[in-house]
């Protein structure tokens, strides 16, 4: 089955998550500077929010650059994946319309546990469809990134019940880690077109 169709659905739903997500910020009444200060923590939600959709957009591109081939399980992996990028845009405003208090900030940490959870699925079942020995499989290896990502999102989703601030620090942290995309992928690609 060919990847060109996932692609573009995904590539649509991404774009449409990002447009839900600045069409929810609300205009300042005013003209000043100062009608912008309440707006901080929405403005700072969308920020780190807008990073995470940006990385797990180039990340995915370069993923499925290096499948050659999908199947139905791939398809609903796929889905799962969007289904919880899709959630962004409402955990991202509840915490930012909310100043950084710690219910809404548990549930972005759980909606960005979820995303890497859904996204490792994906590549485990694109692995698996590929074989050990893909392209694939030889760039994202025993994913520590992932791992360590998964590890900090917990821990931070647990600080949010002592600091808020804290858990948005982790948050940020892990997406300083993904910030720049996943060479990985991209070098293996370059490796094998070079030897061909």
């Known amino acids: 089955m060919g990847k060109g169709r ?11 998550i990002i447009t839900i ?10 003209g000043s500077l100062q009608s912008l200060r309440p707006l901080l923590p929405v403005l700072i939600s969308y920020l780190l929010s807008f990073i995470y959709l940006g990385i797990y957009w180039n990340n995915h591109h370069h993923m499925l650059h290096a499948a050659q081939h999908i199947n139905g399980s791939v398809m ?8 919880w990028l899709s959630l962004v845009p409402f955990a ?20 960005l546990l979820m ?4 996204y ?6 694109l692995i698996r469809l590929h074989g050990h020995n893909s ?19 917990i821990i931070a989703i ?20 993904w910030f720049i995309p996943d060479k990985r992928i991209e070098n293996k690609i370059v490796n094998e077109e070079d030897k061909e």
């Open 115 to 118: 995303n890497g959870v859904a």
């Open 92 to 111: 991202s405003g509840w915490m930012g319309e909310n100043n950084f208090t710690t219910w809404p900030v548990v549930l972005y940490g759980v909606v």
């Open 6 to 16: 996932l692609e573009t659905f995904s590539d649509g739903v991404i774009a449409i």
């Open 135 to 153: 392209v694939l499989a030889k760039a994202v290896g025993k994913d520590r990134k992932g791992i360590i990502s998964v590890i900090i999102y």
């Open 158 to 177: 647990a600080t949010a019940f002592v600091n808020a601030w804290i858990s948005y620090a982790l948050y940020f942290l892990v997406a300083c880690m």
């Open 120 to 125: 490792y699925i994906l590549s485990q079942l």
């Open 76 to 83: 609903w992996a796929n889905m799962h994946l969007l289904f």
């Open 21 to 30: 997500m600045v069409l929810e910020m609300k205009v300042p009444h005013g």
